[in-house]
């Protein structure tokens, strides 16, 4: 099993930056990737951004490209690794509720293929 923790959600006004933290514990794969998800009210989660932890390959959904970036720390494996999601310029769109994911293999955008998720943290941008 893989356990995930999200923090740094919180309340900032458009325009501002948040980052986003997932601390993974737990057991090791030799590929493995983070995704991170979010869901607003009355919509379906969607994909926002994935990373392979041994390459480093980034995947970013169109509505968060250039905006977004995606990143991970050293950690030899993916047994206490953390990735980042660093949100700069938000919109009052981009709030919802934040979800780290996990899947050992590679990146995906697709929600079902991935095994392990985190509670999820509340990002609210004000306009």
């Known amino acids: 099993q893989v356990q995930l923790v999200e923090s740094g959600g919180g309340l900032v006004q458009a325009g501002g930056s948040l980052r986003l933290s997932c601390a993974a514990s737990g057991r090791t794969f030799s590929t493995y990737a983070t995704g991170w998800f979010r869901q607003a009210p009355g919509k379906k989660r969607e994909f926002v951004a994935a990373?392979?932890?041994?390459?480093?390959?980034?995947?970013?959904?169109?509505s968060v490209k250039g905006r977004f970036t995606i990143s991970r720390d050293n950690a030899r494996d993916n047994a206490k690794k953390t990735v980042y999601l660093q949100m700069n310029s938000l919109k009052p769109e981009d709030t919802a509720v934040y979800y780290c994911?996990?899947?050992?293999?590679?990146?995906?955008?697709?929600?079902?293929?991935?095994?392990?998720w985190g509670q999820g943290t509340q990002v609210t941008v004000s306009s």
């Open positions: 990373i392979a932890w041994s390459t480093g390959w980034t995947s970013y959904a169109d």
């Open positions: 994911a996990g899947r050992p293999g590679l990146v995906a955008d697709t929600e079902a293929l991935y095994d392990y």
